[in-house]
């Protein structure tokens, strides 16, 4: 088991997050310093098991919210809109031979897909665009249409609450202990609106939006390892091996992330899961992923430049709140 001197705090500081500073015997931030240090650009974060939001399988769903279709979207007007897509998280398109773009697409309605192939009618409710660095997260607050007609919150919190969602271009496979389980899956004619709080959305506000380049690199490898490593898919089958509060730090080699915590390692991630991990995991139990070929010195910087994304730390055993 190896342990860094320093060690990094993954978050871009959204939700629940308490930024600390550097110790030997971490703990947990208290509710007061999360919320004086909520705009922090580095601090601890706390982990989850969900991929996308906890009530897209619910029951009266019937299954798995999968993917959103671009073809079929309509104005709140009820004109057809065309060429619709994305740029970053904002939507564009055509009002006849209007382009239209951003807070016109408030009332816009789209056919969103189940695992089971049937669809459902969904409406955008309101757009909100984020400010500073994250001027291109744009949040929608969105709506499906319930057997009785009647319009429920696609994104709930954990009281059931109405949530806001990130729009990103392609699709999730939401299949768990499989191969292919957690993989992003590149449609050109799909996107997800990822829920606030899951991982999808999550490892966006960390830095690592899919859009996005630093020096020249593009960040969507790095936003797909965050979503394995936030879900602590050690197998990249989509499986989780943890609990939801569990506080977990990440640093990368591209300087979205920096290294500023003495934690122990825990994992190098890459798309396809971890490349390797330690016995300082956040499933407080052995891991074993059948047909792993580890790669040796878990956590050594070096191998950013041969495929790894993130290096992982758990200060082990500590929960957040």
């Excluded at 690592?208 to 960040?219: E, F, I, R």
């Excluded at 016995?279 to 010195?297: G, K, Y």
Aim: charged share 15%; hydrophobic share 35%; net charge negative.
């Amino acid at each position: 088991m190896r342990t860094l001197q320093r060690v990094v705090a993954a978050c871009f500081a959204v939700v629940a997050v308490g930024c600390g500073t550097e110790s030997s015997e971490p703990e947990a931030p208290s509710l007061r310093t999360q919320v004086a240090e909520i705009a922090s650009p580095n601090g601890r974060n706390l982990n989850g098991r969900n991929l996308n939001g906890r009530n897209l399988n619910n029951s009266e769903l019937g299954g798995m919210l999968v993917s959103v279709a671009y073809t079929g979207a309509h104005a709140a007007s009820g004109k057809l809109l065309t060429n619709v897509r994305l740029q970053g998280s904002a939507f564009v398109g055509l009002d006849g031979t209007n382009p239209i773009t951003g807070m016109s697409f408030t009332g816009a309605r789209f056919v969103g897909k189940l695992g089971d192939g049937t669809t459902l009618p969904l409406r955008v409710d309101s757009i909100t665009q984020g400010s500073g660095a994250d001027s291109d997260l744009w949040s929608y607050q969105v709506s499906y249409q319930g057997t009785d007609g009647s319009w429920r919150p696609v994104c709930q919190d954990a009281n059931g609450a109405g949530t806001s969602a990130i729009a990103v271009a392609g699709r999730w496979n939401y299949l768990q202990g499989v191969a292919g389980g957690g993989e992003k899956i590149e449609d050109a004619t799909a996107f997800t609106f990822a829920c606030e709080g899951a991982a999808i959305a999550k490892c966006m506000h960390f830095g690592y939006k899919p859009w996005a380049t630093v020096n020249g690199q593009s960040l969507a490898g790095h936003h797909q390892a965050c979503t394995r490593m936030v879900r602590a898919d050690f197998c990249g089958d989509g499986e989780s091996h943890t609990t939801d509060g569990q506080w977990v730090n990440l640093y990368d080699g591209v300087g979205v992330q920096a290294d500023t915590e003495s934690w122990s390692v825990e994992a190098e991630w890459n798309e396809a899961g971890a490349r390797c991990f330690t016995a300082e995991t956040r499933a407080h139990a052995p891991v074993t992923c059948s047909s792993f070929n580890p790669i040796p010195d878990c956590g050594t910087t070096s191998h950013f430049q041969s495929g790894t994304r993130l290096i992982s730390e758990s200060p082990f055993g500590l929960s957040g709140l």
